[in-house]
């Protein structure tokens, strides 16, 4: 995936044998600033330390080195330690030395309930319904009256979703 743009690639990861590199994300095997990118999809909550995981992403990566992942907020059907909020995923970047470029949600929980739940498949069906019902009437909430903000329209979609991405450049004096 990275060679099309003249990258180079190594994949990480703790037991699967299609992996680059078997290692441990809590102390990762490369020197300090190897890399100018480090993405993480759908890993830190299944970490059992989360901080001292983002820790060694901010050691290996070069100053100004950019950091994008996902991490899961209502997903609740998979082996998994820690769920993340968006205030948490602010915590965790930021107590590692990182600016937040930006984060935003990647779908709806209902919706990730009726397609990765564990439900008999009428629940499933109708949580579906639910979640469409919910995004094609946003003006039965209460709160719609208001006028919220762009900004708390965001924070809404963020407190309702499954997965939290993220975008965050390493700060030059961490690590």
Same mark, same amino acid.
């Not at 743009?5 to 680059?20: E, F, H, M, W």
């Not at 930021?94 to 600016?99: L, R």
């Given at each position: ?11 990480? $990861? ?9 290692? %441990?994300?809590? @102390?990762?095997?490369?020197? %300090? ?8 999809? @759908? ?35 998979? %082996? ?27 779908? $709806? ?42 900004? $708390? ?14 975008? @965050? ?5 961490? @690590?």
């Amino acid at each position: 995936m990275a060679a099309p743009y003249g990258l180079r690639y190594a994949g990480v $990861d703790y037991t699967s044998p299609k992996a680059n590199i078997l290692a %441990d994300a809590h @102390a990762l095997p490369f020197s %300090d600033a190897s890399f100018e990118f480090v993405i993480s999809y @759908a890993v830190l909550e299944h970490l059992h330390n989360p901080y001292m995981a983002v820790s060694e992403v901010a050691r290996v990566l070069a100053p100004q080195g950019l950091f994008f992942g996902a991490v899961s907020q209502g997903e609740p059907f998979h %082996d998994s330690y820690f769920h993340h909020t968006p205030f948490g995923v602010l915590a965790l970047l930021q107590a590692s030395g990182f600016t937040v470029r930006r984060i935003w949600p990647s779908y $709806d929980t209902l919706h990730a309930l009726a397609t990765m739940g564990r439900y008999p498949r009428v629940t499933r069906v109708l949580i579906e319904i639910l979640h469409r019902f919910a995004r094609a009437t946003p003006f039965l909430a209460p709160r719609a009256f208001f006028r919220p903000s762009q900004r $708390d329209r965001n924070l809404e979609a963020l407190y309702r979703t499954a997965s939290i991405c993220f975008v @965050a450049e390493r700060n030059a004096q961490s @690590a």
